[in-house]
């Protein structure tokens, strides 16, 4: 079964450092990648997502995340974090070959942004 | 407006009780899914549905049940076989490119 890896449980940052979030995931091959965000209060939404192409994808708010095929990642990224990008993050993958497979998501990254 | 709505918000049930928390979508999907939402555990699959009248367990389905009896709606009944039934239930439907819809989930305590 696949899996899906997030390294960082909970990152504290300053506002206007650049964040990183590291994403991995177990399955070998062809992949749609997802990041979610879930603001205090607010309904898990879609932040970004990968299917093909360009392996770097920009989202909202100014994130944008990096599939790197040969290391099985799709870390996000954001030059200046702001405090309202505090919230938490979940990465998700969905193979894409042998039928239909549901995604499997990884356990969430909290970030908070000090002001 | 399109969305997944759950109901109710905040939920309080007695030991022992079964429960069932709605979930409603009106974007046509044929896909739902049920998740349990711990601190620090992430999203853990409870049970998906692919189509109506058919559904799978996922990762943790021991004590739950589901039906898929409409299209718009899927259910997730929580039973007293449930060894830790206190948590955070989040229901979300899925479109044909496997983006999933989340509705505002629903807060269940069992005392």
């Known amino acids: 079964a696949q899996s899906v890896s997030q390294h960082n449980h909970h990152v504290i940052l300053s506002e206007a450092a650049s964040l990183e979030l590291g994403c991995n995931y177990s399955y070998g091959g062809t992949v749609n990648l997802f990041w979610y965000v879930q603001y205090p209060g607010q309904h898990l939404q879609l932040l970004l997502k990968?299917?093909?192409?360009?392996?770097l994808v920009k989202g909202i708010k100014g994130f944008e995340a990096e599939f790197i095929k040969s290391k099985f990642s799709f870390n996000l990224r954001k030059p200046s974090v702001q405090w309202s990008d505090t919230a938490e993050y979940f990465c998700?993958?969905?193979?894409?070959?042998?039928?239909?497979?549901?995604?499997?998501f990884g356990t969430g990254t909290k970030l908070q942004v000090i002001p | 407006d399109g969305g997944i709505t759950q109901s109710p918000k905040y939920l309080f049930r007695k030991e022992g009780q079964n429960v069932t928390l709605s979930c409603e979508q009106n974007?046509?999907?044929?896909?739902m899914y049920w998740y349990r939402q711990d601190p620090g555990q992430g999203l853990r699959l409870i049970y998906y549905s692919q189509i109506v009248n058919d559904f799978q367990k996922g990762d943790i389905a021991e004590g739950y049940s589901v039906s898929r009896e409409k299209k718009e709606s899927f259910p997730l009944t929580v039973t007293s076989a449930q060894k830790n039934p206190t948590a955070f239930y989040l229901c979300?439907?899925?479109?044909?490119?496997?983006?999933?819809?989340f509705g505002p989930g629903t807060r269940l305590t069992v005392t």
């Open positions: 974007l046509n999907h044929d896909a």
């Open positions: 998700a993958v969905n193979p894409l070959s042998g039928g239909y497979q549901k995604v499997t």
């Open positions: 990968y299917f093909s192409g360009d392996p």
């Open positions: 979300a439907s899925e479109d044909k490119s496997y983006e999933q819809y």
